[in-house]
């Protein structure tokens, strides 16, 4: 089911009322089965056979968890060993096995020799890196001591099921969620206020912007030949916005909807785009996975306690893994490289950068530093875009090449390909106005400022909100519910 639809529009007010109406462990049972119908309900039911995989692995883990709690040695990290192996094993087939076996299968017809290992014809899981992450860091927070194993299976299951992180995330750990479903949430109208502020502030994002971009975007990565340098520029910034609003408005619905029924959870994106580094923007895009890779790779690897060389050595296959995680592809390797390659690159230079600054006299910060930090970081995350969206690497490196070797401007009318002349327009206003609310606090600065107005002032800024959302979704020539990008990780 898509946040961004008529069925969710009827499925959340239900299921918040019955759980408000539910008390205890009703309350429990009732998400879950909720979560499960979620879940079912994306493509009318087609991926319901992964629900009996993901609940087996849901039993695994559970019992793993209490093998892990009381056993000692070996025997601890063979329980954790193999609650990790089930978890990235179906990971791995589902995600990973056709991409590593046709790579294999054209090594081998390379040499000569013969391959018959067939792909599987399986679909993709929607989330399923999501809800596997979220499973496995529950063992391992175990494992270290810092969550005592669950007693209530249910309560566990609806920690990997719970539906507004079920399928994007953010990918949540077990000391932070499960003790949430045990609290007697009532019904509150500020967080309703609240929860609500964040769901519309998340579909303005999705339907609104990123949903108005993708055309453009769609149309000339599709056939990146057929565009000049200048296109292809603009489809690459517009996909760095169409990225951004789908996914954090993706969590912004998920955060406002867990909000109302009075579950908290996780901010997964602060204003990224804003970052002076490559290392800042790290801390800012996609927290949950980048504080997941950083705790459960960087850190049990050595993080930066041993060699500056080793210490690099460990970056770089954080960046892989990261790249890796986001699809079965070499461009996603690339692009997690790229990244890599920018953080040591920034780590490595910074005495330079100090002697540089010192011998310049040039204040580090200074308001124009900074601007001029925010403007290198991220026009190269925009460049590493390139690599995440083109559909191969043969097109990303025609894209790179177009873009600075054949920069031809074709005239204003030819820049909107894929898209009307007005909605160009609209989607470029829009993205001003996006990057003037981020520059001066981002979302919460903006609805805390609306909330501190006087109840008519107030209430109309709510009508105007609502009212410019629907007049925007219903200019918006794409009006068929779009599924969010993050879906197919």
Known sequence: MLFNSLEFAIFFPIVTLLYFLFRDRARVWLLLLASCFFYMAYRNGALWYYLGFLFTLIGLDYVAGFLIEQATGFQRKLALGLSLAANIGLLGFFKYFNFLNTNLASAFHSAGLGYSIPNHGWELPIGLSFHTFQAMSYTMEVYYGRQKAERS???????????????????????????????????????????????????????????????????????????????????????????????????????????????????????????????????????????????????????????????????????????????????????????????????????????????????????????????????????????????????????????????????????????????????????????LVEGVGGKKALWQWIDSRRSGWRWGAYYLFAVGLIVLILTNPVHKAQQFIYFQF
């Open 153 to 435: 299976l249910p309560v566990y299951a609806l920690y990997v099921l719970f539906y507004p992180q079920l399928v994007a995330g953010p990918i949540e750990r077990p000391q932070n969620l499960i003790h949430q479903f045990r609290e007697a949430h009532r019904f509150d109208y500020a967080r309703l206020v609240q929860g609500v502020q964040l769901m519309l502030t998340g579909l303005l994002k999705k339907m609104a912007i990123a949903d108005r971009l993708a055309p453009l975007v769609d149309t000339v990565y599709k056939a990146p030949t057929h565009y000049s340098g200048a296109q292809l520029l603009v489809a690459t910034y517009f996909f760095a916005v169409q990225i951004y609003c789908d996914f954090s408005g993706y969590t912004d619905i998920a955060r406002g909807a867990a909000t109302v029924m009075g579950f908290r959870i996780m901010e997964n994106f602060e204003r990224p785009y804003l970052a002076p580094s490559i290392a800042e923007f790290w801390r800012r895009w996609h927290i949950s996975l980048s504080t997941w890779f950083r705790d459960y790779v960087y850190i049990p690897l050595g993080g930066n306690r041993l060699t500056e060389q080793r210490t690099y050595f460990n970056l770089a296959a954080v960046f892989l893994l990261s790249g890796f995680w986001h699809g079965a592809n070499w461009t996603y390797l690339v692009w997690g490289a790229l990244h890599g390659t920018l953080f040591i690159v920034y780590l490595s230079t910074r005495a330079l950068r100090a002697r540089v600054h010192s011998v310049l006299g040039l204040d580090r910060h200074s308001g124009w530093h900074r601007f001029l930090a925010v403007l290198v970081s991220s026009n190269l995350v925009v460049f590493t875009w390139i690599f995440f969206r083109a559909g191969s690497l043969g097109d990303a490196m025609e894209i790179v090449r177009r873009i600075f070797c054949q920069f031809a401007f074709p005239g204003w009318r030819s820049l909107h390909a894929g898209l009307d002349l007005s909605q160009f327009v609209i989607g470029l206003v829009l993205i001003v106005c996006l990057f």
